[in-house]
């Protein structure tokens, strides 16, 4: 990875701080996206230290605000005259149904819309770079949203609101945009791959109104893999030989494996990419 450039939103904890690690320690030049800057610069700190590779940055981003991940898209651009990975790690679980300041429900717009906003943002940068590679964290969860997704209510505003549930809607909604984004980049050398990365110990769902929720995972905690484990898909679909060329995939354990059947709705992908687009204020 010497000479590569990697950007990790989520990057100051858990398995976006692992992956941030491993990828320095292999000699690129990583970007991490915090939303706190001060657990960011402690992350760089961290990073620095146990990778022995000083080229390790922090920008400043909050998925639930879009002026902010303009905001870091402009940062970014400034600093990295090419990117090599872009990495969506970062994502959270809600109980109770809440509102961004752009007046989309709180895991829609911090699990996809935001996402797809950065990315985009950072696009030609990426196909500028190549090869290049986008890899996104989706989950084993998206197997919960059954039936697919509800367009007529995106924001969850006629229906009870069980926050596990919009969890799985947006993590189904992750494998829709790398399905359509890797289409869209087929004539590009740039590459676009999902993953699960395993129920991780790590800092998800220990924070905000996910009472219930952390209670279970600190039960079932000792039974949990490392943030290093968890995030050993992520370093292998950003840096591995194995996975040059490879696009429009989805991988557990670095392997590919077939997501549930309503995942691969071409026609459900390129609506969701659509309706983003426009709620973005971005052209289709």
Not at 3 to 24: H, M, P, Q, W
Not at 206 to 234: C, E, H, N, Y
Request: aromatic content about 8%; some cysteine; charged content about 20%.
């Amino acid at each position: 990875m010497t000479g590569r450039s990697v950007v990790i939103t989520g990057g100051n904890s858990g398995i976006g701080k692992a992956t941030a690690e491993a990828l320095a320690r292999l000699g690129a030049r990583v970007v991490i996206a915090s939303r706190n800057p001060g657990r960011g610069a402690a992350a760089v700190a961290d990073i620095r230290r146990a990778s022995g590779n000083d080229a390790v940055e922090c920008v400043t981003l909050d998925l639930a605000s879009l002026s902010s991940v303009r905001s870091c898209a402009a940062d970014l651009l400034e600093r990295l005259d090419e990117i090599h990975v872009l990495d969506l790690n970062a994502g959270g679980v809600l109980s109770r149904r809440t509102e961004t300041e752009d007046g989309f429900e709180s895991q829609f717009q911090a699990n996809h819309l935001g996402h797809f906003l950065l990315s985009q943002l950072l696009l030609d940068r990426l196909v500028q770079s190549a090869p290049a590679r986008i890899v996104v964290l989706s989950s084993w969860g998206h197997t919960q949203a059954k039936g697919g997704l509800d367009f007529n209510d995106l924001q969850w505003m006629g229906r009870p609101y069980r926050g596990s549930f919009v969890y799985s809607a947006t993590k189904l909604m992750n494998l829709y945009f790398t399905f359509e984004l890797a289409r869209r980049l087929a004539d590009t050398e740039v590459t676009v791959n999902a993953l699960h990365p395993g129920f991780v110990a790590s800092g998800f769902a220990m924070s905000g109104d996910t009472k219930w929720l952390r209670l279970g995972i600190m039960v079932s905690r000792p039974f949990a893999r490392s943030p290093q484990k968890g995030a050993a898909t992520a370093i292998w679909l950003a840096a591995s030989d194995e996975a040059e060329g490879v696009t429009g995939k989805y991988f557990v354990d670095c392997k590919e494996k077939t997501p549930a059947p309503f995942a691969l709705d071409a026609h459900a992908a390129r609506h969701l990419w659509e309706l983003s687009a426009e709620l973005a204020g971005l052209g289709s």
